[in-house]
């Protein structure tokens, strides 16, 4: 039925595999039968594997089986989400807190509960997906503001006349690496609420910052920003956590209301408890060990002073993602096979995920630093046959 469209995947180096590890979550992970060193997992504190987390999970299994059953309304969920629910409100300084089976989930449910009635969202231009899909089913009223430039969004906000303006951002963007900056959007929104009390409100998706900016505590505690009733979060589980789904956490009347209006948590089975017990552990560990989260911005700042040695421009990344640009979509696809036959496994990142390709790299605190020279050692050798000519014609990085 799609074969014509599938063939222009292909031709356009487009076509999307699914790929399946036969180990588990690593810095090492085995594909195809071979060993590779992992530059791709957002695993970024290396917890994925952690034997206390695989403890938890099993002990929570023997005490409450594995299946939820039903949705959280119907008792799917047991007093270990109460209890996870408790602990996400403290860890991010709110009032409350809602766990979400993903941050895709998150965001497609709260961001139409958040749009009743006469509002405009404002989003930035490079938001993920997840968002781009909530505001479309939102239904609400859109604005794409360019990104992470506070003037034009002021000036946007400025001309709209509804009741409610809603902005939307990711906190640490998740193809680019950069951080949004959040000191001049939390006063922008003071300037407004000032002004008319409810008329703002702020939504942050902290999935790729929870864990890894603010001593792990988020992008809120990177900046010293404290929470207030018209700011949300939203974060993940499933990435620097090591475990699965996601949370808002807010104001008593925000959490309450999305309880009872969001479609992907009121009809949505309940995760299963040994999936809490392992995001109740995470946090344990990340509290207990801020070690974790040092050694992650060590291995970071080691891997991008080699990427500038070997002039790669990092494109402005400040955070555990860096991106290597391409310059094309076949360039991107070449680097990332050279790299794989290398022994480095970073995927090719092509439209529609981004509009530049490019090679994605993340690092993690569980890489050693033999693993990073190793990466910079096959980058230099991609690079050099390039410019030898010894090899397929791939772009040098950067």
């Not at 300084?93 to 958040?114: E, H, K, R, V």
């Amino acid at each position: 039925m799609f074969e014509k469209e599938l063939q222009k995947l292909t031709k356009d180096n487009l076509l999307r595999r699914i790929i399946a590890r036969s180990s588990p979550q690593k810095p090492v992970i085995r594909i195809r039968g071979r060993r590779l060193l992992n530059f791709s997992s957002n695993d970024y504190l290396g917890l994925a594997s952690h034997p206390e987390i695989i403890r938890a999970a099993l002990s929570a299994t023997a005490k409450y089986a594995f299946g939820a059953g039903a949705s959280r309304l119907l008792a799917g969920g047991c007093i270990l989400h109460e209890k996870l629910e408790r602990e996400i409100a403290a860890f991010k300084q709110t009032d409350a807190a809602l766990i979400f089976n993903s941050g895709y989930a998150a965001n497609t449910g709260i961001i139409p509960a958040m749009t009743s009635g006469d509002c405009t969202i404002f989003s930035d231009e490079l938001n993920h997906a997840s968002i781009i899909d909530g505001c479309r089913l939102s239904r609400a009223g859109t604005v794409i503001y360019r990104h992470k430039d506070i003037a034009h969004l002021k000036t946007l906000m400025k001309k709209d006349s509804s009741k409610r303006k809603i902005i939307i951002t990711d906190t640490v963007f998740s193809m680019d690496g950069d951080i949004a900056p959040l000191q001049e959007l939390y006063r922008l929104c003071q300037e407004f609420e000032s002004l008319a009390p409810g008329s703002v409100l702020l939504y942050l998706d902290d999935a790729h910052g929870t864990g890894v900016l603010g001593k792990g505590k988020g992008a809120l505690s990177h900046f010293s920003l404290s929470p207030q009733p018209w700011l949300l979060q939203m974060g993940t589980f499933s990435k620097a956590l090591g475990s699965f789904g996601a949370f808002a956490a807010g104001s008593h009347d925000i959490i309450t209301w999305i309880a009872n209006t969001a479609r992907s948590f009121i009809f949505s089975t309940a995760l299963p408890p040994c999936i809490i017990a392992a995001s109740q552990t995470a946090i344990k560990l990340l509290k207990k060990d801020r070690a974790l989260v040092d050694r992650l911005w060590a291995n970071r700042a080691r891997l991008t002073e080699g990427l500038r040695e070997l002039g790669v421009d990092i494109s402005g990344s400040e955070t555990p993602i860096i991106p290597v640009l391409t310059g094309s979509i076949k360039n991107a696809v070449r680097l990332s096979e050279d790299l794989f036959q290398r022994g480095i496994y970073a995927p090719a990142i092509r439209p529609p995920s981004v509009k530049e390709p490019r090679v994605r790299l993340t690092i993690s605190a569980a890489h050693e630093e033999k693993h990073i020279t190793r990466l910079l050692k096959a980058l230099r050798d991609c690079r050099d046959a390039f410019a030898a000519g010894k090899k397929r014609k791939i772009k040098q990085p950067g």
